[in-house]
């Protein structure tokens, strides 16, 4: 999601006449995207703008802050960017920095016309906090011609928002309620990939499932979308993969597994978050379903897309976890036999459900259950990977390792490749590769 936004805030920046350098010391205008999922990335956006506050003792500079941040956060960053705003206002950056005016490194800090921008902006802040309309212009936002910033790989917003209100997730405090895209435009812009020749479309949302819920009525559902999109790849006779992330168990249909299994280019890759395998940490974090039910939605993966590769994501840790309950966890790794699982030790997000919580599993005991799970997921995943020898798979080569030694490249199930070649021109290309090794996260072997 921060990557898709990016490839949206850049081209209303540079239709301002910025230019983009990589080079962070010649910026006159410096942004980040933030993501309060964790703690340890909003620490990042603390030290990051304290280093560039520095900086405006000896030059004019400009910051800005956009993303998911929760209402604490902002209230804090409002004294230390000078611009903060959600991610559904881009369309009215250009206006902000407008009436920002230009200033010099101490006017930032007193002159009246800042004072008084801030205290308006948070007041329109807190407005937003008090009602979760968080992304009351997302469909101005949706508006901005995206600038990808890959000719092979794309992503495309379909929904914003969570009405879920797990008691560990800030996500509604940060994007607010649930709101879908129009159908109509994310066919249009998913029609244009493909016209591009793009290899991989991933549709996006922090919710992707319950796409259409807020419409009533007026709006196709979820595995309607996917088959629409699979009937244009099967008209334009081309080789694309397209995916969706996040799904949220309590949503996946068996509808949706059966529209993958009828259409070839919507891959063959679930990423379902199951977060913990025992009902009790299960009901204390309102995800509003079973193990049980879990596995109801496995059981139809492998019976009607028994080649798919399942990813989920899992919290360790979680408030009143017990050893017991995490033993759980680990027996359903064992049964459900994840590819590939993001492995999170819980951190308190303000203003969350569970922030009210005692954090009672100490940070040692998050850090063992953390290695002893991923322990169990690499037995798995290497098992899994060593069934792929000696078979031919198709793989989209994305480029090179960091060694420059190894092109680099993904299955359809996002298995990672490691290819013994370096011809730059297979790049962005799909091809068959014979798998030849294998270890716990990935594979390599040699092109047919």
Not at 40 to 61: F, G, T
Not at 138 to 151: A, G, L
Not at 252 to 276: C, F, G, W
Request: overall charge neutral; glycine content about 4%; hydrophobic content about 35%.
């Amino acid at each position: 999601m921060n990557m898709s936004d990016s490839e949206r805030t850049r081209p209303v920046i540079e239709r301002m006449g910025y230019t983009w350098t990589d080079n962070e010391e010649e910026a006159d205008l410096l942004g980040i995207l933030a993501c309060s999922v964790r703690q340890k990335a909003i620490d990042k956006v603390y030290s990051r703008i304290h280093k560039w506050n520095k900086r405006k003792d000896r030059q004019n500079l400009l910051t800005f802050l956009t993303g998911c941040i929760l209402p604490a956060d902002k209230v804090k960053f409002m004294k230390l960017f000078d611009i903060v705003f959600p991610m559904s206002e881009l369309k009215q950056l250009p206006e902000m920095i407008s009436q920002y005016g230009i200033v010099t490194p101490i006017g930032l800090q007193q002159s009246p016309e800042t004072v008084e921008y801030h205290t308006e902006r948070l007041k329109i802040l807190q407005q937003q906090t008090n009602s979760l309309k968080l992304n009351e212009h997302i469909f101005d936002f949706w508006h901005i011609n995206p600038e990808y910033t890959s000719k092979f790989e794309a992503f495309v917003p379909i929904q914003n928002g969570c009405d879920k209100f797990c008691s560990f997730c800030a996500v509604p405090y940060t994007r607010g309620r649930e709101v879908s895209r129009p159908s109509d435009e994310i066919l249009n812009e998913v029609q244009s990939l493909i016209d591009r020749d793009y290899k991989t479309i991933t549709l996006l949302g922090q919710n992707v499932n319950s796409y259409g819920f807020d419409k009533k009525g007026n709006e196709i559902d979820f595995p309607e979308l996917l088959r629409k999109i699979g009937e244009m790849g099967e008209k334009s006779g081309k080789e694309f993969w397209v995916y969706f992330t996040s799904p949220h168990p309590r949503d996946m249909t068996k509808d949706v597994i059966e529209v993958i299994a009828r259409y070839p280019n919507l891959a063959t890759q679930i990423h379902i978050p199951i977060q913990s395998g025992d009902d009790k940490v299960l009901n204390r974090m309102n995800r509003k379903y079973l193990v049980d039910d879990f596995r109801e939605i496995m059981n139809s993966i492998r019976v009607l897309l028994p080649e798919a590769t399942v990813f989920t994501d899992i919290i360790v840790g979680f408030s009143g976890e017990s050893d017991e309950q995490f033993e759980n966890t680990r027996k359903i790794m064992d049964e459900f036999r994840f590819n590939m699982a993001y492995i999170a030790q819980y951190s308190v997000r303000p203003g969350s459900t569970s922030s009210k919580w005692e954090d009672d599993v100490t940070v040692q005991i998050k850090k063992q259950r953390f290695h002893k799970l991923t322990d169990d997921l690499m037995r798995v995943s290497f098992e899994k990977n060593k069934k792929m020898l000696d078979k031919i798979y198709r793989v989209l080569v994305r480029g090179k390792e960091r060694n420059q030694k190894f092109l680099a490249g993904l299955t359809e199930g996002r298995i990672n490749v490691r290819i013994p070649a370096t011809n730059d021109s297979l790049i962005g290309k799909i091809i068959d590769i014979k798998i030849n090794a294998a270890t716990e996260f990935s594979v390599a072997g040699e092109i047919v």
